[in-house]
């Protein structure tokens, strides 16, 4: 009865250390497993970022190569017809004593409109673009809609970007549909631009006096989703804050981390 | 003393100095269930030593609230409705079964084993069912930083290492062989000193940055 009961003892003993193992074994797998896939996930993750980042890198080449081809159509083709309009109507108003003050006026109406579309055409262009700083271009696209008379944008620069030209032609493109967006859809009669450097962030705040949005109708629209994803792009964020009625200010950040070496 | 209970009392003094950077919330609940545990092991340690009376009923009691809270944890634990719901509704009908075993079957002055028995499997099919979660999960997880893996590790542990003890406990607990104390005191000393090790890695692994830290 002993002797059975000391065999027991024993197989309890084996048994023990036996399922102990297996126990071990299980949490030793979870965790070994759990690790590779987390790895695995963090892998898939930055490719998947890899992948997009390429994926737009492409698609504002595309832009960029249509930007180039419309700011030489404009330039070469509607610039040229209307230069010919304006020297005709030159020569018109040569041939004639007392030429009548609508000649006068769609002559000088010409001029201007040749001016803004060799201006407009110079914002389209990114070789033209990349040979000026980002401020530079600023300031050179709120002249062009200052011209218009219809919005008055005011630039406070502070300092100059530290990122590379290609990259400051994407902020560029980001900022120049920020202020398309607000003149088409805020109808402002005031916006500022503020640049802004600290010890972390570069930061691009783009205010107006609009009719602002609430945040039900902001949306999912292109124009926002394609400006979130070219800051991200460049290691930023952007923020849109609005207020129906009061304006809206949109916030571009930038990691300092990004000057240009 | 044992060394569970400094380990118990570790755990105690590290859970209310970080108590309020414990988190989730069930860490917080580890506390108080520690506490009584070492009450209970300090009242039935004392009981055994000086008074030599029997310390079973005690055991049928607290093992019987321990089941429930362990159940209790699997329930807000696991990601799946219906292992959730199988979980809470485990903790009734468990009380069933024990209230059944301890004062029907077996008697207040026997260890409930077969009770025990089935809340043991069903606490290490808990363990399975919360591993397999975490090996499914297709968000990045990590493992050791999750307080419910060092708890059900140390479950494991401890149910499976006395699953063998406890299906053959009715007949070796009162053979009088030396060997029988032996093996009880080396199984139930490891296993317990597992566990609450387990339980303090749970309590500490997870604690929110303090504000200076921030």
Redesign the interface.
């Given at each position: 009865m002993?002797s059975e009961?000391?065999k027991?003892?024993e197989?309890?003993?084996v048994?023990?250390i036996l399922?102990?193992l297996?126990?071990?074994f299980?949490?030793s797998f979870?965790?070994a497993?759990?690790k590779k896939?987390?790895e695995f996930?963090?892998e898939k993750k930055k490719m998947e970022t890899e992948f997009e980042k390429q994926i737009l890198q492409s698609r504002i080449e595309m832009q960029e190569y249509t930007y180039s081809a419309l700011s030489k159509e404009l330039h070469d083709n509607i610039g040229q017809l209307l230069s010919t309009s304006r020297m005709l109507l030159g020569l018109t108003e040569r041939n004639m004593e007392n030429p009548p003050d609508t000649l006068l006026t769609a002559n000088a109406t010409i001029g201007q409109a040749i001016s803004e579309l060799r201006s407009l055409s110079k914002s389209l262009d990114k070789e033209w673009l990349e040979q000026f700083s980002f401020t530079d271009n600023l300031q050179t696209e709120i002249s062009r809609i200052n011209a218009g008379e219809n919005v008055l944008v005011e630039l406070i620069p502070d300092g100059e970007l530290p990122l590379a030209s290609g990259e400051q032609i994407i902020l560029f493109r980001i900022v120049q549909e920020a202020i398309q967006n607000a003149i088409k859809h805020g109808h402002p009669k005031n916006m500022r631009i503020e640049l802004k450097e600290d010890e972390n962030n570069y930061s691009i705040l783009i205010s107006d006096d609009g009719i602002g949005f609430s945040s039900n109708e902001k949306g999912t629209g292109m124009g926002m989703t394609n400006m979130k994803h070219r800051t991200n792009l460049l290691g930023g964020s952007i923020t849109w804050n609005s207020i129906p009625g009061e304006g809206t200010t949109v916030c571009i950040y930038l990691p300092i981390k990004n000057k240009a070496a | 003393m044992p060394v569970i209970f400094y380990i118990i009392f570790v755990s105690l003094i590290a859970g209310a100095l970080f108590y309020k950077r414990l988190q989730p919330q069930y860490v917080r609940w580890l506390l108080p269930f520690l506490f009584l545990t070492l009450l209970i092991e300090l009242n039935i340690n004392r009981q055994w030593i000086y008074f030599k009376g029997s310390t079973i009923w005690f055991y049928n009691i607290f093992t019987t609230i321990e089941f429930c809270f362990y159940f209790f944890l699997f329930s807000i634990n696991l990601r799946k409705r219906r292992f959730r719901k199988l979980a809470f509704w485990f903790i009734p009908l468990y009380l069933a079964i024990a209230f059944l075993t301890i004062f029907f079957i077996q008697g207040t002055n026997h260890f409930h084993t077969i009770s025990y028995r089935i809340a043991s499997v069903v606490l290490v099919v808990f363990c399975?069912l919360f591993?397999k979660q975490?090996?499914d999960?297709?968000?990045?997880?990590?493992?050791?930083r999750n307080p419910m893996?060092w708890i059900a590790?140390g479950l494991?542990?401890f149910y499976?290492?006395?699953?063998?003890?406890f299906c053959?406990y009715d007949?070796?607990a009162y053979?009088k062989?030396p060997?029988?104390l032996q093996?009880w005191k080396i199984?139930s000393r490891s296993l317990n000193i597992l566990l609450y090790s387990f339980f303090l890695i749970a309590i500490v692994c997870n604690l929110k940055p303090s504000n200076s830290l921030k």
């Open positions: 002993q009961t000391i027991l003892l197989v309890i003993a048994g023990t399922l102990v297996v126990a071990a299980m949490v979870v965790i497993h759990r896939r987390n996930i963090r | 399975y591993f975490l090996l999960s297709g968000t990045e997880t990590n493992v050791l893996f590790t494991l542990f499976t290492g006395f699953f063998f003890y053959a007949y070796v053979a062989i060997l029988n093996l199984i």
